[in-house]
């Protein structure tokens, strides 16, 4: 029986209709939007006035190096990045600042963004943060101006998201007082190495670290790679990747070490320390959490790529939103007049339900930032965990949200679209790379599930399946549905929703908070369950066991990377809701608040099928959904514009031909 | 009441369990999809022994553009292009070959694809089926031996997609016998045209025409732009469209014209003739029909698109598969083994159902070919009508495949996957705009939806919305499902279907063929109606009417296109079942036979929210089809490598670093 056969996506009832919206000042909204580390966007917005930070095309490949070199010269010049470096060396040790100035970096040259990324992110926070006193008093200075280039050489040709299981080599000999640090295969070539190719001076290497001829797992080592002429170190072998689908201003090169001797000193020893005779000593004893603990000093390259992928992104709709108010295809029937693209409904569907999940990763992004500000190099174990999972999640999911985004407006702005000189084509391109490093979107995903799965303070990361497994059938799973931010005001807004769903309207907020805390809960549980069926009364796997192991976890892969999307969605909502409560303008949380509709309900129109499979949404709420989404879009469609110059992106940074 | 809180995406019952696959010889698999035209396929791959087909790097734009010239011209020296032409000219007449020819060429340069395709295809085609003889005699042996290189300059600055609405005016001076080409505004510029930067010498020009003082709706007329010398000829100014997202080896360029006299042969006067007194005559009386109709000779463009789109496909997915066979990350617990990536459940979901579908895609190209060879240049309007439909979903659905499935495969091979080297960059960039150009796909979504709901022998083609609205108020919805390849076939497999659908196997190939029809038939059915109530009881639009009419199209527009996808998802299953059908050796059959399911099941899925709305899968149903296609995905991980293989592409096309 079909009694809903003539309804299809038709307008719903006027109870769920979006009410109309005062447009508030951009200034207002913008405000709103830079929130509490304006100043840091500011600054970066200023350097709009130098025509050196503009867009460039046309230049090949080391005359295009060479811009972004003059660039991050320019940049350290002016001390922007000092702020996040530590105050003995002229910065203010302001986390919060560094990653919102690197977000806002984002609208200018994509390459220069990663350049500075890896120079300061990556080379100067590993040495900032894996290194001691007299690496900082020695190196920070020089790197913080540019003086010394350096890389960050993690990744080798054979391993990338499996770090454990680097091939390179550093063994310490007790006659020199050395490591000797060496590439045993071509498989452990460290590749794609950020600033290798052309101009770094000085490497922080990632290799297993071997003493008393005992591995002792990962650790990062100084290797000098260049001298001061920039000519590759004796046994050091440097290579170019070359072209790269985008990021070509970046001099991304490979590395290989011949027996190089560095001196005991280089070793990053601040979790673990090597003696002249060889003795190796940690703080941290447990290896694992050694190891994780090392890594986990990434969390800021992994919030800083979230960010920077929600700048591009906002680049983008910029542009196409800014096309579709002008461009006009398709009379008025029995008219002249032309109607814009912005006007039909299809475009609306491709831009708008994206534009509002850029808001809401916004917000989502700045409550990330403040709670990296709060917890970075803190004692608090098991927030900095929950700070790594929630960075992981976000930086997977905005980059990924990055990717569609942009290509949505390339296609959005047609044959205009694929023209260098309208951005799109370089934004697209470069960014492409950003689902990849600092992370494999997927690998960081199946972090997220993992530790959403296990009392890690307990049992720490074990990145192998039988881990996965063993904890999973031997706990109940408790930490699921912890509150995000404002707490109380979500579960108010929660618990004030009807007992039946059908009593709720489409535009209460509770009711779509509970929708997707439901799924993330459901998804968790059932994934715990099989997890916990298919691991049985195994004990430790090993040989063919270790292959079941496998099966079980593999069998459940899809599961859990849902099942972490599900977390990081509400999450994401949460942090959204949040911000409007927090925000003191009216006009402005009126408009916020119709934006965040448009997010929520196009987030559970996507997952409309879990919904509908797990009886949570009846085939005619389902439809009303799809309906409200399109009454939004049109509702939303007259404040297009405002949203997006509230961005914030200078002119200068825009400058698409389509635009002028 | 939830019963199946357990089971999730848990395997099905073993009812519908996919059966163990012998692998067939792949050469076998490979002969069953060269099909027909496998000679022009042999043709196209043996230029993989010449290093000049070979994929290059590096080269800057000026340089790659000679490039892809002396490719070309290696091209036209060989022949292989001459297939297409008139015997009279050395051809064969032969389209289907040409069309399979262009398909294989895709797997060598696509720039160079792009050149010939605007070479031969657009000018050359132009000029033989909007052209008259004495066109014929006095072009195609140049056009076809690259001695004459020419462009199809349709596309403006300020219209693409409504071509009607170009503003190039060609205004017939009878004092001397020749028409004025005039560019009256910035608007009016031609743009993105292929070979006008560079190489062109003559255009084929769509204007206004213009005679005794009436505008006779657009034409095609022949103007020359550039001398022997490559110098641009008076009145004629021409710009370089410089760098794009790809295809740089492509040289596009935008045409203005100030008031250039061209004579009056040089109109293409095939379907409208101007006599010397400026007398305006056409064998097709309606003018929508008869631009329509020339429009129409764009169709062999369209369906060369989405055979080309189908062959980069296959390139990056050849290029993950092999990749992710190869490429270890991770170890089985308690071992040293590490895990290939293609044994991830996760990377199966990524490359597998999209490789299903790039088969599904073959099969329903090969048909759609067959029928172009069939009803081109013949006397069949409808015939002609319908052809243009499928060539216009088609299209859109294969270069949508292509733009997303060659990102999956970017980002499935990490970092490796980001490098020129290993090809997916390019490709990526080198198809992206295949979504726009030969029509942009969601405007062609619409023409598929609009001939789906319209009686167009009698209302020929009218692409203002009012008429479309006007259509369906008049007329009940006919033509709807009416059967593709094996009508009897896909008709018996549908009657076998137990009446209830929880009795139907989701293997059973009849069920998902019912339920792909079902969609398709309530999409279109529920969208006639909905337009059918907007329109009410108003007569010819204009005015204020116009934007009511306006605003019913587009309160439908979101649905219209989501019945064209339906429609079109319907055509390519049954053209994959009917090849099946056709496959006379029983092993490739067999494996097919797999295929179809992880595609038929996987489309299924995609869609299940709307089946669900419509009671047509029960939650359960629905979650086993999740569970089944994951089954299927293990099933065929062993055949993945001879799935790929069987493309048949020849290594030197492949060529990236990661397989070597």
Redesign the interface.
């Known amino acids: ?2 009694t ?3 309804a ?3 307008a719903p009832t006027s109870a769920t209709a979006a009410p109309a919206v005062d447009a508030p000042d951009v200034d207002a909204v913008r405000a709103v939007l830079d929130g509490r580390w304006a100043q840091a966007r500011a600054a970066v917005r200023g350097l709009a006035d130098e025509p050196l930070f503009r867009p460039v ?2 230049l ?2 080391e005359q295009y190096r060479d811009h972004v070199w003059r660039q991050a010269q320019q940049l350290a010049a002016h001390g922007h990045i000092r702020v996040g470096f530590p105050e003995a060396h002229g910065g203010q040790g302001d986390v919060g600042s560094w990653v919102t100035m690197f977000e806002t970096l984002a609208f200018t040259d994509l390459s220069l963004l990663v350049k500075a990324g890896v120079q300061w992110g990556l080379f100067g926070g590993a040495i900032q943060h894996l290194g001691t006193e007299r690496h900082h008093r020695r190196y920070l200075d020089d790197v913080i101006a540019l003086r010394l280039p350096g890389c960050f050489a993690m ?1 080798e040709t054979g ?4 770090v454990q ?1 680097l091939r390179t080599t550093a063994t310490f000999d007790p006659a020199t007082d050395e490591f000797v640090v060496h590439t045993p295969d071509a498989e452990a070539r460290k ?2 190495i950020g600033n290798a190719a052309r101009d770094g001076r000085l490497a922080v290497v990632f290799a297993q670290l071997v003493t008393g001829g005992e591995n002792r797992g990962v650790h990062a080592l100084l290797v000098p790679i260049r001298d001061a002429d920039g000519a590759a170190l004796p046994g050091v072998t440097i290579g170019d ?6 990021l070509q201003g970046v001099d991304n090169g490979r590395l290989t070490f011949d027996h190089v001797r560095i001196p005991r000193d280089n070793l990053l020893d601040r979790y673990a320390q090597v003696a002249a005779d060889g003795t190796y000593t940690s703080s941290i004893e447990n290896p694992n959490r050694r190891f994780f603990t090392m890594l986990g000093t990434l969390v800021q390259g992994r919030v800083s790529i979230a960010g920077a992928a929600g700048s591009a992104t906002k680049t983008a709709l910029t542009i196409a939103v800014r096309y579709a108010e002008r461009r006009r ?7 002249d ?3 814009t693209l912005l ?4 475009h609306q ?1 491709r831009l708008l339900p994206a534009l509002a999940t850029t808001y809401a990763l916004h917000f989502a992004q700045a409550t990330l930032v403040e709670r990296l500000h709060a917890v970075l190099g803190g004692e608090d174990t098991r927030a900095q965990r929950e700070l790594e999972s929630r960075a992981a999640g976000l930086k997977a999911v905005a980059t990924w949200h990055a ?1 569609a985004t942009i ?1 949505e407006c ?2 959005a702005c ?2 205009a ?5 309208n951005r ?2 370089q934004l ?2 470069d960014t ?2 950003f ?3 600092e992370g ?3 690998v960081l995903m199946q972090l997220v599930a993992k530790e959403l799965l296990t009392d890690y303070r307990e049992q720490f990361g074990n ?5 996965t497994v063993r904890f999973v059938s031997e706990q109940v799973v408790e930490t699921v549905v912890e509150r995000t931010a404002a707490r109380s005001l979500i579960q108010r807004l929660v618990d004030a929703v009807p007992g039946r769903d059908e009593d709720a309207d489409l535009l209460d907020r509770g009711y779509q908070l509970k929708l997707l805390e439901f799924r993330e809960k ?2 968790l ?3 715990a ?2 997890l916990r069926a298919a691991s049985g009364s195994r004990g ?4 063919s ?3 079941a ?2 099966e079980a976890f ?2 459940v ?3 859990l ?1 849902a099942a972490a999307r599900a977390h990081v969605d509400r999450v994401i909502l949460e942090a959204f809701v949040a911000a409007i409560d927090d925000c003191a303008d009216a006009d402005v949380a009126a408009l916020l608040d119709q934006v965040c509709h448009v997010h929520a309900l196009s987030t559970i129109e996507a997952n ?2 879990w919904f ?4 949570r949404l009846t ?1 005619a709420r ?2 009303a959904i799809t309906a409200t989404v ?1 009454e939004l879009c049109t509702s939303l469609r007259p404040h297009a514009r405002l949203l997006v110059d509230a961005f914030g992106i200078p002119e200068p940074f825009l400058d698409a031909a389509i635009l002028r």
């Open positions: 029986m079909r809903d056969d003539f299809d996506t038709e095309y046309g090949d490949r990744t391993h990338g998201s499996d299981a590749d794609y990747c070359g072209e790269k689908a985008g295809q398709f009379n008025v029937p029995g008219t007049d032309e109607v006007d039909y409904r299809a569907r990717t290509q390339r296609e047609g044959g679209g694929y023209m260098a000189e799109l084509p697209k391109a492409d790379v689902t990849t490093f494999d979107n997927t990145l192998d399946f039988s881990g459901h998804m549980d059932g994934a369950r099989r430790s796997a090993s040989g066991e270790g292959r192991a496998f593999n069998n892969q899809d599961h990377l409309r099928a509908l499979e797990h009886d085939p389902s439809k399109n």
